[in-house]
Each structure stands twice: as C-alpha cells, then as structure tokens.
C-alpha cells in the first residue's frame, strides 16, 4: 500500500504521521484499533492473522 494511502489512513483514525516511517506508522495505526503491532515481526514468513489490512505489506518485508 502507497504511503499517501497509509497516512489517509492514520489521519482518519486520529494518528499523527509525523515522521514516521511507513511500518512506524502502521504499527501505530495498528495501536489505535486496538490490535497488536505486530508489522514486520512475521519473519519466518508466517502470520495467523489473515483478516489484518497490512498482512500482504507485512509478509513482502520478509
């Protein structure tokens, strides 16, 4: 996902993108739903969360 899209997002649910890098902000973003912050920490390549908005972002890190 395009980082304008991302901060769209992080404005809509009232985080501060600043000078966040993009898995800074996502992890954020993650933080204010009430979810873990857990982007970029799949780094065996797994990830039980197949709802999350960020798992395809998240597992190309790896």
Not at 22 to 46: H, M, V
Request: net charge positive; aromatic share 6%.
């Amino acid at each position: 996902m395009k980082i304008e899209k991302i901060k769209a997002i992080a404005k809509a649910k009232g985080v501060k993108a600043a000078n966040l890098k993009k898995p800074e902000l996502i992890q954020a973003i993650q933080r204010a739903e009430g979810n873990f912050d857990c982007f970029g920490s799949a780094t065996s390549g797994y990830c039980d969360q197949i709802n999350c908005t960020w798992r395809k972002d998240c597992l190309g890190l790896s």
